[in-house]
């Protein structure tokens, strides 16, 4: 049986400059966005999504374990961060921190319950798990239900920088995600990141060497959702709320599209994936249903023709790893 | 009391519908090796076939109840021929997240016709109105659902465990090259089996019009719970699948009466709990 990633090529020397140029490349694009006249709240709004996607990457690239819950992770330390802004008046620092510990505390939890299964079971209890959470905070006083929390403050972090000005949010942003995306990077290239390699190719083999498998599978879990939970944490100051929509599986599902888009396995595939995605629901905005109907399409057409997504062809055609 | 009876009933006609789609999903998954995530949107579109067919057909209640798992089943046959067939091979999640696309297509196509709001569908006059049965009062057409439910699940395990056809189908499950060596058609067996699950959805689907409206988005949020079901009884027994989907049923509609609060979530509770202590499921091998 051919594995989800099973094109992947081995890491050499050469795949880690290539990573390196093209990360320059990404970062140095990023940088200069705010004076190319793109509208900066879509890029912020990308950059979050695509730091989740790649969370999200992490564990089914790296782990073979595809999370059909991801939603959770971003919604749970969504809501944390904007009660603790609005509710406490915490400072965004310190939002932020609340809501990622707290991200890192469900994937304590949900990690225990769910690593026990592989495969589909995985799947389908994450997203089982992550409907159980759509009831909770549909039900519990402090997420305000179907309104959500709005009109959060966006306050100055580290006393220092004024969010509410686009140009420092964006820059805030930015150097989350790339902070994120470097530790996620730094992870794959670790001999962690090698054990859980070896697990998704043969996990029995991995056993038979001595590798407690479930403890590996467990840390690259709480990993994938702390770093899912910092995404959603940055994203309430983007979007100045938090609602029901970052809980649902909808949204789990549209995580899965990015990465799928992208490639699944590949280090840059979850960015790319996530800006076509959302680039692609701001044009569309204006079709209504049809924008579920086209991903649906998008959806099969990579399953059954385009399975190695764009970064997995490039990097395919050109026999590099990326 | 009344209302504790009431919410048992509530309970059980949830559970046929759990216990029709997972044996739908276990017999798919025996199969094909597929967790088809658009069982959700083909129970949908059995409701949306009985609607059709009154409205344009004039074709009532009966009729419909034969007509729409055999549309829908062979719309499921369509699916496999054109699509899942080419998945033999590839890892079982390309499985999941092709049919969570084609979900998201006919759910999305429904919706934009649709909208979110529900259609409402009779109940046929010959299963309207109740009996007193001194304890409670019963709806008929509730009592039927129940009924007729559990004799097609049952009809269901004896087709697959009890006859040649079933035990030629289970060994295909076991291996379907040898079964192909002794001369027979695997690739339209399972063509067959596919129909078959996806009849069993839309069947469920027309049960349900009469009692919870034809919405496009019926099936969507079902279907995760009928996952939670699927974990918590494992997909290893025919029989399995269809006590659990009961069970899960009446303890959903217990919840109802005892703690209305945690009705929605009970199930995925339970899940946590099964696999806290028996991570295989109730019935299931190790996977």
């Keep these: 049986m051919s594995a989800l990633t099973d094109d992947t090529l081995p890491a050499s020397p050469r795949a880690v400059r290539d990573e390196m140029v093209v990360f320059v490349v990404m970062a140095a694009l990023l940088l200069i966005v705010p004076w190319t006249g793109i509208y900066p709240f879509f890029v912020m709004q990308a950059l979050c999504f695509a730091l989740l996607a790649c969370a999200f990457n992490l564990l089914i690239g790296y782990g073979g374990l595809l999370s059909f819950g991801h939603a959770m992770f971003l919604g749970t330390a969504g809501y944390l961060t904007a009660h603790a802004l609005k509710v406490w008046g915490l400072s965004p620092e310190l939002g932020i921190l609340f809501g990622t510990l707290g991200a890192a505390a469900l994937g304590v939890i949900t990690g225990y319950v769910s690593i026990r299964r592989q495969g589909i079971y995985f799947s389908m209890i994450t997203l089982a798990l992550s409907q159980l959470l759509f009831f909770v905070y549909l039900q519990t006083p402090f997420t305000h239900g179907e309104d959500g929390i709005q009109g959060i403050p966006q306050g100055y972090l580290f006393g220092v920088f004024n969010l509410a000005k686009p140009i420092t949010l964006y820059y805030v942003v930015l150097a989350g995600f790339l902070g994120g995306f470097l530790i996620i990077y730094r992870t794959i290239n670790s001999p962690f990141g090698e054990v859980l390699k070896a697990i998704r190719e043969n996990e029995p083999r991995a056993i038979s060497l001595g590798y407690k498998t479930d403890q590996y599978k467990l840390v690259a879990f709480i990993l994938s959702g702390t770093l899912a939970g910092f995404a959603g944490s940055l994203k309430v100051f983007v979007a100045q709320n938090a609602s029901l929509t970052d809980v649902h599986w909808t949204m789990s599902g549209e995580v899965v599209l990015m990465t799928l888009v992208g490639g699944l396995g590949t280090v840059f595939g979850p960015v790319v994936g996530a800006f076509v995605i959302i680039a692609m629901q701001q044009y569309l905005a204006g079709f209504g249903q049809w924008v579920t109907v086209i991903q649906g399409v998008i959806f099969v057409t990579c399953v059954l023709t385009f399975r190695r997504g764009v970064i997995g062809e490039i990097a395919h055609y050109f026999r590099r790893s990326l | ?287």
Excluded at chain 2, 15 to 30: D, N, Q
Excluded at chain 2, 63 to 81: D, H, K, N, Q, S
């Design chain 2, 1 to 287: 009391m009344q209302a504790l009876y009431a919410q048992l009933l509530v309970g059980l006609i949830n559970g046929s519908f759990y216990a029709l789609l997972s044996l739908g999903l276990a017999v798919i998954f025996g199969m094909l090796n597929i967790i088809n995530f658009a069982h959700g949107a083909l129970y949908m579109m059995g409701a949306f076939c009985a609607y059709f067919l009154l409205h344009l057909t004039g074709l009532g209640y009966w009729p419909a109840l034969i007509i729409a798992p055999i549309v829908v089943g062979i719309f499921g046959m369509i699916l496999e021929r054109t699509m899942l067939q080419w998945l033999t091979g590839l890892d079982h999640l390309y499985g999941l997240l092709l049919t969570f696309g084609i979900a998201l297509i006919v759910q999305g196509v429904f919706q934009n016709y649709f909208g979110s709001s529900g259609l409402p569908y009779a109940i046929p006059d010959e299963l309207k109105g109740g009996m007193n049965l001194g304890f409670m009062f019963l709806p008929i057409y509730r009592g039927w659902v129940v009924v007729f439910s559990l004799i097609v699940c049952i009809a269901t395990w004896y087709l697959i465990e009890k006859t040649r056809l079933g035990a030629n189908l289970r060994a295909a499950t076991e291996n379907p090259t040898l079964v192909r060596a002794f001369g027979i058609n695997v690739p339209r067996m399972i063509t067959l089996t596919y129909g078959l699950g996806v009849g069993l959805a839309a069947l469920a689907g027309v049960l349900s019009a009469p009692i919870n409206q034809v919405r496009p988005l019926m099936g969507a949020d079902l279907i995760i719970v009928v996952f939670a079901v699927v974990v918590i009884g494992g997909m290893g027994s025919i029989m399995g699948s269809i006590i659990t989907g009961f069970a899960l049923g009446v303890i959903e509609g217990l919840t109802k009466y005892f703690y209305p609060e945690a009705s929605n979530t009970v199930v995925f509770v339970l899940m946590v709990l099964v696999l806290l202590v028996k991570p295989t499921g109730l019935t299931g091998r190790a996977a």
